[in-house]
């Protein structure tokens, strides 16, 4: 059976379907890759993929290359013959999908992981994208979200079906991989931000609260781990992160394909983030690792802590909510220290080992 993995990048599926992508191999499905080629591609294709080249253009409007990128998708169908089609990342959930009317056969499943900047506020762009999921998802055999909110909102606004949706908590995380070191409380705490270097992140934020505890706590540490977007018109760029590690308020680590190995030196991972997110995949590797978390009381984010218990929420841009939870794992005892990072590790077990999200995957196909 030939099943397609299609996305707006080789990265994506590189790094956050990896795992899935190899039980399906596993499974001896044919897997091949949709997607604009990159040195993930060849990454893929090293697992057993077979490789094909997609023209997308993911942050553009201009119907021009996005007619270009729906013919582009219609030939690919036409060659590979595919039996199943796993969409993920939004362009591609939409298009993908509408390209699919002509191949009423192919089985047809989305993957909806956060909804991005054009939900978070009203306005023709919202009208426009949601009019587009509900032409695309009808032909969807089945929907999975990665969180409540955006299930229940695609529900009420009659773009899917419930029976034919379900809400997953991400895309899961490799427990064998992310997992905990040593627990060493030290005299000073490092912080750790992992994320695309977006303003929808927080990361201002998060340098803005640094550079006020730095003055009160002068030996903790934080540190931005990510990859500046510059095609993105809210990427955070070089020379505002210049400037921030210019007056020692952060350490900028750039953007590293093992995540793990950064984690095992930090004791807390940061996501203040306002976007509305699926479940973030930094969050559950953290949690994994056996790290606090600090997250706002967002969509998506709320997931993957238990305030007080495994890290502490605070307030989508909030200065002050951000600083209070800073000083609160500042001012932890070492036993509710240790207590925090193995509840971290206990949740993922419980909650986010991609296992169980690959199962999901699988009984989809075998259905």
Not at 80 to 94: A, E, M
Request: charged letters at 25%; proline letters at 3%; hydrophobic letters at 40%.
């Amino acid at each position: 059976m030939k099943v397609v993995f299609s996305s707006n990048t080789a990265w994506y599926l590189y790094n956050f379907r990896k795992g899935t992508i190899k039980r399906f191999i596993e499974k001896e499905y044919e897997v091949v890759i949709i997607a604009p080629t990159d040195k993930y591609s060849y990454l893929l294709k090293e697992l057993g993929c077979k490789i094909n080249h997609l023209y997308i253009r993911s942050n553009s409007l201009n119907p021009v290359h996005d007619s270009v990128t729906l013919v582009h998708l219609l030939s690919l169908y036409i060659k590979i013959k595919p039996d199943i089609i796993y969409n993920f990342t939004p362009k591609i959930n939409i298009y993908s999908s509408l390209v699919s009317y002509f191949f009423p056969r192919v089985k047809v499943i989305n993957n909806i992981a956060g909804l991005g900047t054009a939900f978070i506020n009203e306005g023709m762009k919202k009208i426009f994208l949601t009019y587009l999921y509900k032409l695309s998802q009808k032909r969807a055999d089945f929907v999975f979200f990665q969180n409540n909110e955006d299930h229940n909102y695609f529900v009420k606004e009659k773009i899917v079906c419930e029976s034919k949706s379900k809400r997953i908590l991400g895309s899961g995380v490799n427990l064998d991989f992310f997992k905990p070191t040593k627990i060493n409380k030290e005299d000073h705490i490092k912080f750790l931000l992992v994320a695309r270097l977006i303003e929808q992140k927080g990361i201002r934020l998060y340098a803005e609260a640094a550079k006020i505890i730095k003055e009160k706590y002068p030996h903790v540490e934080f540190s931005l781990l990510g990859p500046i977007i510059s095609n993105n018109p809210f990427a955070i760029h070089e020379k505002e992160i210049k400037n921030w590690e210019d007056l020692g308020t952060l350490n900028y680590l750039g953007h590293s394909d093992n995540v793990a190995e950064v984690l095992i030196d930090y004791d807390c991972v940061v996501l203040p983030s306002f976007y509305r997110e699926g479940v973030p995949k930094s969050l559950l590797e953290a949690a994994a690792s056996g790290k606090i978390i600090i997250t706002t009381d967002n969509i998506g984010c709320r997931d993957a802590v238990i305030d007080g218990v495994t890290g502490f929420l605070c307030k989508p841009k909030s200065l002050e909510s951000l600083l209070e939870a800073f000083y609160k794992v500042l001012q932890l005892d070492y036993d509710s220290f240790v207590k925090m990072k193995i509840g971290a590790r206990e949740l993922a077990k419980a909650k986010f080992d991609e296992n169980i999200i690959i199962e999901e995957y699988l009984k989809t196909a075998s259905n």
